[in-house]
């Protein structure tokens, strides 16, 4: 492992350079610009196979998609616009069960143009059968883009890996990067069972009449739910082999005897970890679920880890238009098997970068000791 | 885990040949061997006659009916005109 | 002699894709990866569970062929495979309009893919809708030939032009009408590296509306009225492949099709005019 101080884009791209992937194709866009460029130093610099520079996202998503049916570890890189443009390519990627990797710099959507950090680029895709792992921090997201190839690449989902833009992907902090040597012991060499092989001339892509299509689509959904284990087993291989624990689908800070939890994903969690600790030492039980994997969503593990609250105040920085909050709702319906369920509001803010302080996520855990419900827009 | 893929070749489960309503047929005594009719197929299903080999080598042409849609480019383009569509009796 | 692409396959009877494949394929041999764009070809080839394809296969979507290739090229040459050649097949519609940037994308790049656009002047897998490679005239059902509108109104996107034009190693257009010359120029790609295209004329009985048995015939006419021109751009020298010494007029080729039985002479003289105009700036 070395341990340096850098932005924690360059940290990124050094941990997916280590998994010596064959093809990494990516289009710039803010924020995650910066893990494309360190990329492709590293192939000006030979230590790197290939870096494409493609035309668009659209066009680096497909050439990865490619790179990984003719039997390559492929990765890509991109936030917001570059994501939507992807959109149907994500679909076909999970579709095809192409086991590629995709860090996400997570930013807002237009319109209006927006370039700072919210979630809504790679919640629109949540319905896509990719998997989606939330970091909290820089080192997580180093570390949880090496471990997305070893889930990918067993499960043969698509991972994507949401990194806040800014809040991580531009923030300077010391990280250890594991390198080739550590890599190559915990990643093993990509040998898909399906691929476009001159000695087995197989057709990949096909298309499905409604009943077969029915089921492969059902296939997707229960692969996606039987992740879970994958998800959790290669996180403690990790935290065997390199010593940092992240919770593996979800991560519980204090919330064991908390009357009052607030859920939420990515690096809101470090402001919320602030504003417990100061709530606590005043003698208030209240406590943190982080949830790490979004898809699958830990449906069992949530129930437990909630069951029993007073009241939950799920936080998070996406919305669908005219409905509920994602992640609320996500929350809500795990909620639902149990005979006596804990109130669940839901707050949304942090949209478009907009600040999301320590002082706002008290504020959160005062409204939510009225015991109403409510939704509300921080 | 299902992937949407196929062996190679598996079209050749589905017997084209029920589409057709007429049949090219080949007048063999006319038939110069040239390889065109093979050549110009869309489906692929006329053998015979193989133009890497000289002409007392190849072997007279041979419609697959399974799979002969009954286009007609084969009677279109032989150079000798030696084949006819025949209406297929029902 | 192996098969590379099975009979079985569901295009319609004369279709001209699958003859431009058999071909192409026949020069190009086993140690290809194909990339299908979404079409009438990849429709027809590869409905689950079954495929016409005897060599690799990968059908993405419409619009990105020319990145998939990329990323097959690329990922072969990463582990290490520097022979395995890939080609796309794609129709006009992914060629000329949806999937042009993308094209454009892998010319720029000089991708090692040889993209193969079988033309048949339309958006036929979905019924014959106009496409940019749709020339002035025809009816699709998106340019229908209507009162006040005669078909298209606009000529056809000169694609062979604009890839020549991003200076790749090589540039072809052919027609199915000369087999012998569409071979040529495959093989000549083949023993090419970088990025290449060959433009072909495949024409399509259904959307065309003729009779099934004349698809070489038409493909061949259109070169011989001299709507279609064959040549090649290696290096960015230009070469004729064939100048009839003497033009078929173009009506012979226009009155053989369906789609351009509403042109009157007048527009059909018109159009005589704008062939020998594009003859005349040949050198």
Known sequence: ?378 | MKFAIAKPRTSRENKTGDWRSSRPVTDTAKCIKCGTCVSVCPEGCVSGPDVKKSIQERELPKTDYDYCKGCGICANECPVKCIAMVLEEK | MEEYFSPGHSACAGCGMPITVRHALNVLGKDVIVVNATSCLEIVSSAYPRSAWGVPYIHSLFENAGAIAAGVVASLRSQGNNHTKVVIFAGDGSTYDIGFGVLSGMLERNDDVLYICYDNEAYMNTGNQRSGSTPFGAATTTSPAGKVRHGKLQWKKPIAEIIAAHKVPYVATASIGYLADFENKVRRAKDLTGARFILTLAPCVTGWNYDSAKTIEIAKLAVDTGLWMLYEVEDGKFKLSLKPSQFTPVGDYLKMQGRFRHLNEDEIKFIQEHVNKSWSEVK
């Open chain 1, 1 to 378: 492992m070395v341990r340096k101080t850098e932005e924690a884009s360059i940290a990124i791209a050094e941990a997916v350079k280590n998994c010596e992937p064959d093809v990494v194709a990516c289009y710039p866009i803010t924020p995650s610009t910066h893990i494309a460029e360190t990329l492709a130093k590293f192939y000006s610099d030979g230590e790197l196979k290939c870096f494409i520079a493609t035309e668009s996202e659209f066009a680096s998503i497909s050439a990865i998609c490619g790179a990984s049916a003719a039997g390559g570890r492929a990765f890509s890189t991109t936030s917001s616009q570059g994501l939507a443009l992807m959109h149907e390519v994500v679909y076909a990627a999970a579709g095809m069960r192409l086991p590629v990797v995709m860090v996400v710099g997570n930013r807002a959507l237009s319109a209006p143009l927006n370039i700072w950090c919210d979630h809504q680029d790679s919640i629109a895709e949540r319905d896509s059968g990719w998997i989606q792992l939330y970091c909290e921090s820089a080192q997580e997201g180093l570390d949880t883009a090496i471990q997305a190839f070893k889930i990918a690449e067993s499960t043969m989902l698509p991972t994507m890996v949401g990194v806040d833009g800014f809040y991580l992907t531009h923030t300077v902090e010391p990280v250890d990067v594991p390198t080739v040597e550590e890599v190559r012991k915990f990643l093993p060499k990509f040998n898909p069972q399906v691929k476009l092989d001159t000695e087995n001339p197989i057709s990949i892509g096909e298309y499905a009449m409604p009943a077969d299509y029915q089921s492969f689509r059902e296939d997707v959904h229960k692969d996606n739910l039987a992740a879970k284990s994958k998800i959790v087993e290669v996180h403690n291989e990790f935290q065997q082999m390199f010593g940092r624990n992240y919770g593996g689908l979800v991560e519980s800070y204090r919330s064991e005897d908390a009357d009052y939890v607030f859920v939420g994903m990515g690096s809101v969690i470090g402001n919320a970890k602030e504003a417990v600790d100061e709530l606590r030492a005043k003698g208030k039980k209240v406590g943190i679920v982080r949830i790490r994997s979004f898809r699958p969503f830990p449906e069992d593990e949530v129930r437990k880890m909630l069951e029993g609250k007073k009241h939950v105040a799920v936080f998070e920085k996406s919305y669908s238009m005219g409905s509920f909050a994602p992640v609320y709702a996500d929350v809500v319906n795990s909620l639902y098997p149990l005979k006596k369920r804990p109130m669940v509001s839901s707050f949304i803010g942090g949209l478009g970068g907009k600040d999301v302080t320590v002082k706002h996520v008290a504020e959160i855990f005062k409204t939510i000791r009225k015991r109403e419900h409510m939704r509300v827009w921080v």
